[in-house]
């Protein structure tokens, strides 16, 4: 592994990192104006994975959100719907203990507002109950802390809104994100990626340090010493430091990344341009669990 330092660097590098600067505006400003859930010509119906926004998993089972719903892999590997809903899930997320939470818009012809807030599933996604927020939120990050504190990014006003239950919500710093991490050691650290790079907070979200390191689309802390991230391009680096320094990995396959999830301190979930990928061992290979056949975009 080679460790990328935050001094000088080579022409190589910064001609890189400028590539992922504008690849990562590009996701900003796509991820910031999403179309109505299930447009366009990229639906694909239940028989395949489009548009993917989050990950998760529950024992052996990976779950996977997108522009049509929650999809599970079936026996022969094909996705498979879970549940009723075919809403588009544009943030997702599950606890600690189980319950699934996810926020976006819903399906064209459900009725209702525009925007789900947050919602939460206490059976695998089979059914979801309102918590907060509907018609005024749509998340499009979702993170818990250990004391099961939620945060939330909300892309339309750029703003992290924080909730010890799910319920009251209390608006904390301005900043323009794609994602964000909380640290599973300590409820009070915050990591968010921005155009100029990961910036964190040691105040719940209420202050952010400026941007200093690599510039990463998604970051996901799946345990103390299980900080990963992976950038515009695919390739998937491990934090240090509480996210100060970030080693390479290597680079997923399947191209530019949708989502990114860490279960654990060996287990990480990729879904890329043409499919979901799973690692065993901290990144070392990857499987493909499930194809992508469109995704373009990502958020």
């Known amino acids: 592994m080679q460790t990328y330092p935050t001094g000088r660097r080579s022409a190589t590098t910064t001609t890189a990192a400028l590539t992922a600067v504008l690849a990562l505006a590009l996701m900003l400003t796509a991820c910031s104006s999403p179309g109505p859930a299930g447009s366009g010509d990229d639906d694909a119906g239940d028989a395949s994975l489009s548009h993917v ?21 079936g026996a022969d590997g094909r996705p498979v719907p879970v549940g009723d809903r075919r809403d ?45 927020l509907s018609g005024e939120v749509d998340f499009h990050a979702l993170d818990t802390a250990a004391d099961a504190t939620v945060y939330g990014y909300d892309s339309a006003n750029g703003v992290l809104r924080v ?37 964190r907070s040691a105040d719940g979200g209420r202050t952010f340090a400026p941007a200093s390191g690599r510039v990463l689309a998604y970051v996901s802390w799946g345990a103390p010493d299980a900080l990963f991230g992976v950038d515009p391009s695919g390739v998937l680096f491990r934090g240090g430091d509480g ?6 990995v290597a680079a997923v396959p399947g191209g530019a990344p ?15 341009q043409d499919g979901v990928y799973e690692s065993r061992d901290a990144g070392g290979r990857f499987e493909r669990r499930m194809a992508v056949t469109s995704g373009k975009g990502g958020h």
């Open 163 to 199: 909730s010890a239950d799910g319920v009251e919500w209390e608006e904390r710093a301005a900043l323009r994100a794609l994602d964000i991490a909380v640290s599973p050691a300590d409820p009070a650290t915050v990591l968010a990626t921005t155009e100029t790079g990961v910036v």
């Open 258 to 272: 949708q989502a990114l999830t860490v279960v654990d301190a060996r287990r990480v979930l990729v879904a890329t």
């Open 243 to 248: 996210g100060g320094s970030w080693t390479r």
């Open 88 to 132: 588009d899930f544009m943030g997702f997320t599950i606890t600690a203990s189980g319950t699934f939470l996810a926020s976006g818009h819903p399906a064209p012809g459900s009725g209702g507002p525009a925007d789900l807030g947050l919602i939460a599933s206490t059976d695998s996604g089979r059914s979801w109950q309102e918590k907060s």
């Open 53 to 73: 926004h989050g990950l998760g998993a529950r024992g052996e089972t990976l779950y996977v959100a997108t522009h049509e719903g929650l999809r599970t892999a």
